[in-house]
């Protein structure tokens, strides 16, 4: 009887898994023989030796394929922002932080976006603060169970009152606001679905139909969508923290988990400003390098996701092989910034060997500004994190951000700001 029910358990946890799969590749023997642009030569063969090359003519030529063939073409038109500090609160986090709460109003040929910025700032530290910068998924109020958080606007297209996951705290354990704040950080954090709600229905609710020529160009191959929209997100938060007083905005490191690791890769490379750029667990479209086809894949993103890339995107579905870059390029864009990298075991769908080696591939360009990559072709133990110029670590355990990555955060943007760690 015990084996009987055995065998049942069994097949039903086969059919399971059988009926999830999407196809993805998790057999490293089959992985595909594939060939990788390489980042230092030019599309007119030329080798690039020198920065000056690099900035003028190779790091353009890059640029230019990510924004028509995958992201699509963030437009630079402004958008006007009316900034308002709806809270502030000197004694959050018992005494230890101050807590402002900054709405924002984008608003342009009639129409308006809301959003809200949630900020911590420490208030053990008298001069300007570096702060660490990401988006959540869940809304603000999800970071602490603290009644005062405003629930994030954009939550309204996506969820209702009394979904379970709108629960004050329901994301505290990804947000370890005090120990950010105990080592010297503030923390700034908005909701991504302020920005666009995440579901490909809702692309005329995002801040995208702002824009002027939205109607005319939303269908163009090379139009923006939503990786395109969260990272545009993330240059105007940064408007913001240029502003704050108490925020050294040099020293802004941008951190982006997921689907929002993807969108602050992409940010951190079209914004400069962003001293330093961190993916946690970005996976297919962040740092694990396409070509390989394992786990997640083009098809299945882009068929799952149609409104995260843009839609010249969808022709390398099954077709990896013709991409005319790979995601070692786009960690290489962020050069000569510090980048970090970090992978988790068990996170197969996000290829944790891939998101190393697109680390590793982006070593020569940090090399040409005299800088460390990674060093090494050898992916490092769990937990035994590399912290050069290029960072990277796995740790054990599932797709999510855990203490383990916010610590090693800390630590390299300690290393790379010259701050002293306790
Ligand atoms: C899905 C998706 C990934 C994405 C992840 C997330 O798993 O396939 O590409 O990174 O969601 O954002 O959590």
Excluded at 325 to 342: G, K, M, N
Excluded at 347 to 353: N, Q, V
Aim: charged share 25%.
């Amino acid at each position: 009887m015990k084996k009987l029910l055995l065998i049942t358990t069994l097949l039903l946890l086969g059919y399971v898994a059988q009926a999830q799969s999407r196809g993805e590749n998790y057999d490293e023997t089959k992985v595909p023989v594939y060939t990788l642009p390489d980042p230092l030569i030019c599309e007119n063969g030329e080798a690039v030796t020198t920065t000056g090359q690099w900035e003028t003519v190779r790091r353009p030529e890059i640029l230019r394929l990510f924004s028509t063939q995958m992201y699509g073409v963030t437009p630079n038109e402004s958008i006007p922002v009316d900034y308002r500090l709806l809270d502030e609160k000197t004694d959050a986090l018992a005494g230890k932080a101050t807590c402002k709460q900054i709405g924002l109003r984008f608003s342009k040929n009639g129409k308006e976006t809301e959003a809200i910025l949630l900020l911590y700032l420490p208030n053990a530290i008298k001069g300007k603060v570096p702060v660490f910068l990401s988006y959540n998924f869940m809304g603000n109020q999800s970071l602490d169970t603290d009644e005062n958080i405003l629930v994030s606007p954009g939550l309204k297209f996506v969820k209702s009152t009394d979904d379970p996951s709108m629960a004050r705290g329901f994301q505290k354990d990804r947000w370890p606001v005090e120990m950010i704040i105990d080592a010297g950080f503030g923390v700034a954090t908005m909701c991504y679905h302020d920005i666009f709600p995440d579901k490909a229905e809702l692309k005329d609710e995002s801040i995208l139909r702002l824009f002027s020529d939205y109607r005319q160009t939303k269908d163009n191959s090379e139009a923006w969508q939503a990786i395109g929209g969260w990272a545009w997100g993330l240059s105007r938060i940064m408007d913001y923290l240029e502003q704050e007083e108490k925020i050294n905005a040099e020293q802004v490191a941008l951190m982006g988990h997921s689907r929002q690791g993807k969108a602050s890769l992409w940010a951190g490379v079209q914004d400069e400003r962003f001293a330093i750029v961190i993916s946690n667990n970005s996976g297919c479209g962040g740092a694990a390098i396409s070509k390989r086809r394992y786990g997640e894949t083009f098809r299945i993103m882009t068929t799952s996701f149609p409104h995260w890339l843009c839609k010249a995107a969808e022709q390398y579905a099954d077709q990896e092989d013709k991409l005319p870059f790979d995601q070692h390029e786009l960690i290489a864009l962020v050069a000569p910034r510090p980048v970090y990298i970090a992978s988790a075991k068990e996170d197969r769908w996000a290829d944790p060997k891939g998101e190393f080696l697109a680390g590793v591939l982006a070593g020569p360009v940090y090399e040409l500004y005299g800088y460390k990559g990674l060093q090494t072709t050898e992916m490092p133990d769990l937990n035994r994190p590399i912290m050069n110029r290029i960072g990277y670590h796995i740790r054990p355990g599932k797709h999510d951000v855990t203490d383990i990555d916010w610590q090693n955060y800390i630590r390299f943007a300690q290393l790379h700001f010259g701050l002293k760690g306790k």
